[in-house]
């Protein structure tokens, strides 16, 4: 097992605040006695006790969920290591006191002095060694919770992603059904444009966030497809600085946004309109926003809350929590949504 320094060192500076209350407990119960020599006698048992357990214990096979031996093999540490670390401590607290002449107090019945000795160090060493078994323990419980989260929240954004796709996928081939009736030139080649569209849709759903690059190219296929089939009336924008392309994202995450403003905005509209897709830095958020000048009255009341705007609110809290959010908003000028989720 891998040793820790930062960790172990944490261990022996708790281990050693432990020593110090004992020393105090000792004093409160017995005032006749300075605090000097009770104090350097726990810190010099409990430190030996802390080196026994602690470091021994990565000499020997310990479960994986505690770090600690188990059965037998864990009771005989702590066994040694309160035993042993009794033993050191009292011949290193003995040689201290001697070498700086610290005064001792009363005579005091040895035996007793003995009793009192080896049972304080006795409830030390297995209250502490049973306070750092548990925090292990806990912190492997924590470790387990959290890898769960994630493979949770990894497997809903696929979940997602799967109802995402179909619906983008049929609204697609509805269009193209009607293309083939009036002009099978462009719906040969708005076929086209769908099969490289669906090739890299296909390498996107195999991970669940790529670069923003990567959303931006494949918005922009998205975009050329729909421009076969509405011709003049649709133009588009797209306006992705280079140091953002690296930023990872959802995938998928503005494709139902742009088809929302299409369906929703530009189609009733006669003379059709304009798509603006834009990403900026705000701070340490990154700013997603998709503007298009469609029949943004009629859609108001809707408030954003159509399957794609809903989907991607779902998968921006599955992944970000409160971080992200998306905001939605319609006026006589159009339609406007805005995406905000941390850059980190």
Request: charged content about 20%; aromatic content about 6%; proline content about 6%.
């Amino acid at each position: 097992m891998r040793i820790d320094p930062i960790s172990k060192l944490q261990h022996l500076l708790q281990t050693l605040a432990f020593c110090m209350v004992i020393a105090t407990l000792q004093v409160a119960f017995e005032p006749d006695k300075p605090y000097g020599v009770p104090t350097v006698y726990s810190l010099f048992i409990g430190t030996m006790i802390w080196a026994i357990v602690d470091l021994g214990r990565h000499l020997l096979p310990s479960a994986r969920e505690t770090g600690w031996p188990t059965g037998f093999a864990g009771v005989a540490l702590v066994a040694v290591g309160i035993g042993g670390g009794w033993w050191l401590g009292n011949r290193l607290g003995d040689g201290v006191c001697l070498a700086f002449g610290l005064y001792h107090g009363p005579p005091v019945d040895p035996a007793k002095d003995l009793r009192n000795s080896v049972l304080i160090t006795l409830m030390s060493g297995i209250a502490g060694s049973y306070w750092f078994y548990s925090r292990n323990r806990s912190a492997y419980l924590e470790r387990k919770m959290g890898e769960a989260r994630q493979h949770a929240g990894e497997a809903r954004l696929k979940l997602l992603e799967t109802q995402l796709e179909p619906h983008m996928l049929f609204n697609t081939l509805a269009n193209l059904r009607v293309l083939i009736g009036i002009d099978p030139p462009r719906a040969q080649h708005m076929l086209d444009h769908m099969i490289a569209y669906l090739r890299a849709t296909l390498d996107a759903s195999r991970a669940t966030t790529h670069p923003l690059q990567r959303e931006f190219d494949r918005l922009r296929d998205y975009l050329e497809l729909m421009a076969i089939r509405m011709g003049e009336r649709l133009s588009y924008t797209l306006e992705l600085p280079p140091e953002l392309a690296g930023v990872r994202v959802p995938t998928l995450l503005l494709q139902p946004l742009v088809e929302n403003s299409i369906q929703h905005g530009l189609e009733p509209k006669v003379q059709g309109g304009r798509i603006t897709v834009r990403a900026a830095r705000e701070g340490e958020l990154l700013v997603l926003t998709v503007d298009d000048t469609g029949v943004g009255d009629a859609r108001a009341p809707a408030g954003g809350n159509g399957f794609g705007l809903a989907q991607i609110r779902e998968r921006l809290q599955a992944l970000h929590g409160e971080r992200a959010r998306l905001d939605f908003h319609a006026d006589a000028g159009g339609a406007h949504a805005r995406i905000t989720l941390p850059l980190a």
